[in-house]
């Protein structure tokens, strides 16, 4: 079946780390991924995405590239701040049918002043 | 442009009783989701309409669970009746979806349910 798998957290920082988030996935055909980041009380709000193999997403200083060989999609930033304190999701749109995500369980981030 | 609007944002009810949560996508977007998330768990999909159809209801719990698309914009999604393991955040979300090529989902704020 279709899944996301990514690595356990809370991961604990300080600040100017650099960061990592692994995830991999289990797929039929060739999903598009995305990072989505969820701050305390808020939404899940999308942070970076890939469509294809090779392809690279990135904002707000964070990067992910889509390996199919891996079936990985991890998350970077070279210097992370207190401000991306946060839940960090992965997540999978399969592109048939209708398009269905399914998310990992989410990755906890404390990032120490 | 307005984002998803979801209300309440946090219930609380006894097990048995009933609940119902609402939800407004942005304005245009074909397609909206309702997603569970378990304390300490990714969100997972319950129900997704196209416009007013059904797209994919498969993990719904369909005995007690209930959601409905009146013409293609709002939805609310109901329990009835509540069981303790239903406590969770409920989230809505919503996308273009113009044509086959599937867009970015925005989500809500979502629901706090509390079920004592």
């Known amino acids: ?113 | 442009e307005a984002g998803v609007a979801q209300s309440p944002r946090y219930k609380i009810i006894e097990k048995r009783q009933s609940v119902a949560f609402w939800c407004n996508p942005i304005s245009g977007h074909a397609t909206l989701y309702w997603y569970q998330q378990i304390l300490g768990q990714g969100p997972k999909l319950l129900i997704q309409f196209q416009n007013n159809g059904v797209v994919d209801d498969s993990q719904l719990p369909k005995d007690r669970f209930s959601a409905e698309r009146l013409k293609g914009v709002d939805s609310t999604l109901k329990i009835q009746p509540a069981k303790l393991e239903d406590s969770a955040v409920y989230l809505c979300a919503s996308s273009l979806d113009k044509g086959r090529s599937p867009h970015e989902q925005y989500f809500g704020p979502g629901t706090r349910l509390t079920v004592t």
Not at chain 1, 4 to 28: D, H, K, R, W
């Open chain 1, 1 to 113: 079946g279709n899944s996301v798998t990514q690595m356990e957290g809370p991961v604990t920082l300080s600040e100017e780390a650099f960061l990592t988030i692994n995830c991999t996935y289990t797929a039929t055909g060739y999903p598009s991924l995305f990072w989505y980041v969820q701050y305390p009380g808020e939404g899940l709000q999308l942070l970076l995405k890939a469509t294809k193999a090779d392809d690279k997403g990135s904002n707000k200083g964070f990067e992910a590239t889509y390996r199919k060989e891996t079936t990985s999609f991890h998350l970077e930033k070279g210097s992370v701040q207190v401000s991306d304190s946060a839940v960090y999701f992965c997540a999978l749109r399969l592109n048939t049918g209708g398009f269905k995500t399914i998310f990992g369980a989410g990755t906890r981030l404390f990032v120490k002043a």
